[in-house]
């Protein structure tokens, strides 16, 4: 089945005239024929079913059969703030994180990064969204441009922005107690978490330090080390059990 995005004043008319990069997607990728079904997203809240009339690489045609209220998104707004993995790792990560329900992941650049710089951000918000289409969610996660750690902690350095205090989990392999369970107990009825994970170099002291100190509270994913990659799939899989929507 075709899942698609559309900017809800896309979707006021009863045919639905889609172009550019989404048309070429639907012709030639999911290559959908006259007569074929499409489900479109509004990103805030509704689905529309559809028959295609028309399908071209330059256009497609679609009419509206039934609108819809729908929603997969989880009762928590999860935030990934994720230390950027090299090559293909945050490629994945992005992926697994959307089909896991986050609502957003802030790559963060920290004194153990590796990546210091990079150009890959609309290559991510392209995975994000396909991974959204992919899993039937109806909005996609935001994935905001890299920041230091700095910034991100202590978000009034960077003009503009006021600097509010975060419910979050800093996850730390060399935490030995374990107290994830304990620790989420604390947090039942919250709408809102942010989790920070290192990347391969994983935090230095003072990073950790300095989260505790703004109110984060330090984790254990049990004993052995996970990869960066493995480590915030396993975390909101684990906050989707516990406090969200997989039960
Ligand atoms: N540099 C480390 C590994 C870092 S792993 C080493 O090789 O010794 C990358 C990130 O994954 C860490 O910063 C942490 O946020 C997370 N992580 C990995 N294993 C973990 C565990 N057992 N508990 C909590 N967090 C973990």
Redesign the pocket.
């Known amino acids: 089945m075709a899942r698609i995005f559309l900017p809800p004043e896309l979707l006021i008319p009863e045919q639905i005239t889609i172009t550019g990069d989404v048309a070429r997607y639907l012709s030639l990728v999911l290559r959908v024929k006259l007569g074929d079904h499409l489900i479109v997203f509004d990103g805030s809240g509704f689905k529309y079913d559809c028959t295609i009339l028309k399908s071209h690489k330059k256009e497609v045609i679609a009419e509206k059969i039934k609108k819809e209220p729908y929603s997969v998104e989880s009762n928590i707004s999860i935030t990934l703030a994720q230390?950027i993995a090299k090559g293909e790792k945050m490629d994945l990560i992005i992926q697994k994180a959307t089909e896991l329900g986050v609502s957003k992941v802030i790559p963060l650049i920290t004194e153990?990064s590796e990546v210091r710089h990079t150009e890959k951000i609309n290559r991510w918000r392209k995975i994000s969204l396909s991974a959204s289409q992919q899993s039937g969610r109806d909005k996609v996660p935001q994935i905001d441009e890299p920041v230091s750690y700095k910034v991100f902690l202590y978000p009034s350095l960077e003009e503009g922005k006021g600097g509010s205090l975060k419910t979050g989990l800093?996850?730390?392999?060399?935490?030995k107690e374990r107290n994830l369970k304990q620790a989420l107990k604390g947090f039942q009825n919250i709408k809102q978490i942010t989790l920070?994970?290192?990347?391969?170099?994983?935090?230095s002291k003072e990073e950790i330090t300095a989260a505790v100190e703004k109110g984060f509270i330090e984790?254990?994913?049990?004993?052995?080390?996970?990869?960066?990659e493995?480590?915030?799939i396993t975390?909101i899989s684990i906050i989707q059990y516990e406090l969200g929507d997989i039960g």
Do not use: K
């Not at 800093?170 to 935490?175: A, M, P, Y």
């Not at 920070?196 to 935090?203: I, Y």
């Not at 984790?219 to 960066?228: C, D, E, N, Q």
């Open positions: 230390g153990h800093i996850f730390s392999e060399s935490r920070l994970v290192g990347p391969e170099g994983g935090f984790v254990s994913l049990g004993p052995r080390i996970l990869r960066t493995t480590a915030p975390a």
